[in-house]
T-cell receptor, first 114, second 115 residues
Framework: KAGVTQTPRYLIKTRGQQVTLSCSPI?????VSWYQQTPGQGLQFLFE???????NKGNFPGRFSGRQFSNSRSEMNVSTLELGDSALYLC?????????????FGSGTRLTVV | AQSVTQLDSQVPVFEEAPVELRCNYS??????LFWYVQYPNQGLQLLLK??????LVKGINGFEAEFNKSQTSFHLRKPSVHISDTAEYFC?????????????FGKGTTLSVSS
């Protein structure tokens, strides 16, 4: 079956712009989580969504937001981009909420802010 | 808050040699532990996980890990590595709080296998 699909794979944006990243989970998976990966900070948790509700949020500013749709697809949005937002953004899905289940990760969206 | 320490940032080994990637986590009553692998320009792939039961966990690609509660460790091992095992490896712990759950990752260990 198809894995976790993230679009686009690569993105270049200018400081001050906003960006929307998309994630389609594995069919039947209802939980979607987002992580930011940077060389300096490593992998950091952004959000977890289940049944269209945000279940948990990491320590990121309010410029980072997300949502989940009724078909479990998820989007995250970053407004007023800063250079430090350049990162690989990874989406992960699981059957139900709860990080102890382990996740299946997508290949990520590489965002470069110039 | 939970934390994970991967003790080696880089581990160079020769092909067919054994390898151990070390991981320590902060103590907790219940702990769920994971090892993920990341190949260049790809996402994370789950190698193995410990939820409960046997402290020796076997995963994919010949990897195994041993959960040691007294030493709060979850080291990853492979008896004989291949060139194709060159990748970055991440140890993670599941954190459960009133606000929800998340995976807390270590900084990663780069395994470089050469011939």
């Amino acid at each position: 079956k198809a894995g976790v699909t993230q679009t686009p794979r690569y993105l270049i944006k200018t400081r001050g712009q906003q960006v929307t990243l998309s994630c389609s989970p594995i069919s039947g998976h209802r939980s979607v989580s987002w992580y930011q990966q940077t060389p300096g900070q490593g992998l950091q948790f952004l959000f977890e969504y289940f049944s269209e509700t945000q279940r948990n949020k990491g320590n990121f500013p309010g410029r980072f937001s997300g949502r989940q749709f009724s078909n479990s697809r998820s989007e995250m949005n970053v407004s007023t981009l800063e250079l430090g937002d350049s990162a690989l953004y990874l989406c992960a899905s699981s059957l139900a909420e709860g990080s102890w289940r382990g996740y299946t990760f997508g290949s990520g969206t590489r965002l470069t802010v110039v | 808050a939970q934390s994970v320490t991967q003790l080696d940032s880089q581990v160079p080994v020769f092909e067919e040699a054994p390898v151990e990637l070390r991981c320590n986590y902060s103590s907790s009553v219940s702990v769920y532990l994971f090892w993920y692998v990341q190949y260049p320009n790809q996402g994370l792939q789950l190698l193995l996980k410990y939820l409960s039961g046997s402290t020796l966990v076997k995963g994919i690609n010949g990897f195994e890990a041993e959960f040691n509660k007294s030493q709060t460790s979850f080291h990853l091992r492979k008896p004989s590595v291949h060139i194709s095992d060159t990748a970055e490896y991440f140890c993670a712990v599941s954190e459960v709080t009133r606000e929800g759950t998340a995976l807390i990752f270590g900084k990663g260990t780069t395994l470089s296998v050469s011939s």
